[in-house]
């Protein structure tokens, strides 16, 4: 119930692992509508509201699925994204670089802060995009805790217009694959993904078995059913920008529901 709760948050406001042998490679797999090479370089307008955590069960879930996002890597530069942004959860995991602008009351000059989209503003249709519905389509909104808003305005600012850009995640350490489930359904969230940051497609490959394309669950958590107990696990993530990562045996054959393994990772120019 977790991401749930978080949800609802920003509803409000709106108003020791094995080795693995892997390699990385480009692949042919239609790209996204969200990848950063279209939006790299270009600012585009949206506008930001913030929300303060009264709990730290707050920084727990999200529409992501990440979980605990402090333990999970991201901290608390996150952002919760509208309707337009969230694309039913493929920008999970992006990266965007956004900044105060037009307002001298309440922007910190020269300041911009790089979060990562962990989770969704939901539209409220009891309201006109225009007001009060922030997170409504067309509106691109991003909302953040308060402690990451501040970097780049004052607090009092309230719905603030902003800026945006989309920009490659730099991460420490490797891709982790969280393997849960049970019996023949097998769900996988992976996170701490640099590059793009936000996937496209996940394949799985039990020794025993060929290559199997999973589906998307709900966020970053990808599942399948299949009988690949007791079988080294192997995967290959191809991100929004084409780019695709092959980790073999990242779990051993004797691997359990709720281990977490680490792969390869995507390279960062």
Not at 257 to 263: L, N, V, Y
Request: proline fraction near 6%.
């Amino acid at each position: 119930m977790q991401p749930f709760l978080t949800l609802l948050l920003l509803i409000a406001v709106a108003l020791s692992p094995p080795s693995a042998i892997s390699h990385y490679s480009s692949s042919t797999s239609s790209p996204s509508s969200s990848s950063v090479s279209s939006d790299a370089s270009e600012w585009r307008p949206a506008r930001a509201t913030y929300y303060a955590a009264s709990n730290p069960r707050d920084a727990v879930g999200g529409a992501c699925g990440y979980g605990d996002l402090v333990k999970s890597g991201y901290g608390m530069a996150t952002v919760g994204v509208s309707e337009t942004l969230f694309d039913r959860g493929q920008i999970c995991g992006a990266c965007f670089e956004v900044r105060c602008v037009d307002d001298l009351r309440w922007c910190i000059p020269g300041t911009s802060i790089i979060l990562t989209a962990t989770n969704f503003c939901a539209p409220n249709y009891g309201f006109d995009p225009d007001g009060g519905g922030h997170c409504n389509p067309p509106n691109k909104h991003f909302v953040l805790p308060i402690e990451a808003f501040e970097k780049i305005a004052i607090w009092k600012a309230g719905n603030m217009p902003v800026q945006y850009r989309r920009i490659n995640c730099r991460k420490e350490g490797s891709i982790r694959f969280t393997v849960d489930g049970g019996g023949i359904f097998v769900s996988v969230l992976i996170t701490n993904v640099a590059g793009s940051g936000d996937i496209a497609a996940v394949k799985i490959k039990g020794s025993r078995t060929g290559w199997l394309p999973m589906g998307r669950n709900w966020g970053q958590n990808w599942h399948i059913n299949a009988d690949l107990k007791n079988q080294a696990l192997s995967f290959e993530v191809t991100a929004s920008d084409r780019s695709t990562v092959t980790s073999y045996n990242v779990a051993p054959r004797n691997w359990n529901f709720g281990q977490t393994f680490e792969g390869k990772q995507f390279e960062t120019p």
